[in-house]
């Protein structure tokens, strides 16, 4: 039986322009006790169905930070790379609620590329969305991450000598 790996991306094999779609997952209203109770945050439009009823949604729906926070798990699967670090949030946008059963999936592109280290590693400024099940954009926003380059400058440049030198 053949075992199938996943390859990990380096920083050299992105470009700008690539981009990935990941998996799907639904959100439940387990997850949302969960996060309430991890974050602090009962707000009662989240959890308390009596008083979202008479909210501007109608019905709980889930912390903007839960979405970004399940995104960010999605999203290190599509495309899997060797990040060394989450560096920033330049922007986020939430767009449209999160409900309580909504599938949502990520949309991730790089944006631009930015070599560091000697070319060892670079920071990433990817564009990421979040869909929900109806093809909407619900959150959107910029982050960049640190990703170790595959081939080393350092290695790179030892192979070209070694080859002026033959």
Same mark, same amino acid.
């Given at each position: 039986?053949?075992?199938?790996?996943?390859?990990?991306?380096?920083?050299?094999?992105?470009?700008?322009?690539?981009?990935?779609?990941? $998996? =799907?997952?639904?959100?439940?209203?387990?997850?949302?006790?969960?996060?309430?109770?991890?974050?602090?945050?009962?707000? $009662?439009?989240?959890?308390?169905?009596e008083?979202?009823?008479?909210?501007?949604?109608?019905? $709980?729906?889930?912390?903007?930070?839960?979405?970004?926070?399940?995104?960010?798990?999605?999203?290190?699967?599509?495309?899997?790379?060797d990040?060394?670090?989450?560096?920033?949030?330049?922007?986020?946008?939430?767009?449209? $609620?999160?409900?309580?059963?909504?599938?949502?999936?990520?949309?991730?592109?790089?944006?631009?590329?930015?070599?560091?280290? =000697?070319?060892?590693?670079?920071?990433?400024?990817?564009?990421?969305?979040?869909?929900n099940?109806?093809?909407?954009?619900?959150?959107?926003?910029?982050?960049?991450?640190?990703?170790?380059?595959? =081939?080393s400058?350092?290695?790179?440049?030892?192979?070209?000598?070694?080859?002026?030198?033959?």
């Amino acid at each position: 039986m053949a075992r199938h790996v996943l390859p990990v991306l380096g920083f050299d094999d992105l470009t700008v322009g690539d981009e990935w779609e990941s $998996p =799907r997952r639904t959100v439940s209203e387990a997850d949302v006790a969960a996060f309430a109770g991890l974050s602090g945050d009962f707000n $009662p439009i989240h959890v308390d169905h009596e008083f979202a009823r008479q909210s501007a949604f109608g019905k $709980p729906v889930a912390h903007g930070l839960l979405g970004l926070a399940i995104a960010s798990g999605l999203a290190s699967n599509a495309p899997r790379v060797d990040t060394m670090a989450f560096l920033s949030i330049l922007e986020w946008n939430f767009i449209h $609620p999160i409900a309580f059963g909504d599938t949502i999936h990520v949309l991730s592109r790089v944006e631009a590329l930015e070599a560091r280290g =000697r070319g060892r590693r670079g920071v990433v400024t990817w564009d990421r969305r979040i869909v929900n099940q109806q093809g909407k954009t619900v959150q959107h926003g910029r982050t960049q991450t640190l990703v170790r380059a595959r =081939r080393s400058a350092g290695n790179a440049t030892d192979a070209s000598e070694a080859a002026q030198d033959e």
